[in-house]
């Protein structure tokens, strides 16, 4: 298949802080994910994997450097757009360690939550979400609350909501941290046929050697910058 660059990040680079409380985090990464690709982000704690994907979410401002989301540029030393929160709504879905659903929210109202702030009319959103609660086996917990459903269908309904705005680029940070080794592959593989089937591009950081034969490439921060494996 054609390689469609989806993120491009040139010479990136994150500190924090100053003079004393001074960190150089990411310092000169540049890398290029195409659409349809599942990517693992595999580095130590602290080394700046949750900083990269929120920059590439447009949630943390870098320092400096550029990137591209699809065709677009969003960053060149500063944003190039004055609403960041509009490309992370129409271009992003999130999928976190914790699956952050809204407790007092029925499944589906958690899925079509993005969509309707998006504008998008509730029958059709409620129509998109059902499909995709039905695409991960769900669909008969629609109108439950997260609490009465376990921890690997809380995830499979973030993952649901994280696809809900049909987003070119998915950042999920440790989805299968909380799972067991099982339901940790179930969630990569459905990773996995998301990225080859409807062309988005997935950075997904992961601390499990096993979920790595599952992904395209593995990108690994080192020395604060990006090598792939
Ligand atoms: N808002 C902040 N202010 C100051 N330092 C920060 C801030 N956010 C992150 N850092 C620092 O940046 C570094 C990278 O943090 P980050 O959360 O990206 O690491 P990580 O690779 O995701 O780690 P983990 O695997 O533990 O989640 C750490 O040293 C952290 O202390
Ligand atoms: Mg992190």
Redesign the pocket.
């Known amino acids: 298949m054609k390689k469609v660059q989806s993120i491009r990040i040139e010479n990136l680079t994150k500190s ?2 100053s003079g004393d409380s001074f ?1 150089s ?1 990411i310092d000169g990464a540049s890398f290029t994910v195409n659409k349809g690709e599942l990517i693992a982000l595999v ?10 994907l929120m920059m590439i979410g447009c949630v943390v401002d870098p320092t400096s450097g550029q990137i591209w989301l699809g065709e677009e540029k969003v960053y060149d030393n500063h944003w190039l757009t004055n609403n960041s929160r509009q490309i992370r709504r129409e271009k992003i879905g999130f999928i976190f360690q914790a699956h952050y659903l809204i407790p007092f929210l029925n499944v589906i109202e958690n899925v079509t939550l993005v969509p309707q702030t998006n504008k998008i009319p509730t029958k059709e959103a409620n129509a998109h979400a059902m499909e995709l609660l039905k695409y991960f086996d769900i669909a008969d917990k629609a109108y439950n609350k997260p609490s009465q459903l376990s921890g690997g269908q809380n995830q499979r309904v973030a993952i649901a909501r994280a696809l809900a705005n049909n987003p070119e680029i998915i950042l999920a940070d ?1 989805p299968t941290a909380a799972l067991d080794t099982e339901r940790s592959i179930s969630v990569v593989k459905m990773l996995k046929k998301i990225a080859a089937e409807q062309n988005v591009a997935i950075i997904m ?1 992961t ?1 499990d050697e096993r979920m790595l034969e599952y992904c395209d490439r593995v990108m690994k ?1 080192e020395a604060k910058k990006i090598v792939f494996e």
């Open positions: 924090f802080g960190v985090v580095a130590p704690s602290g080394a700046g994997k949750t900083t990269l440790e950081v601390h921060i």
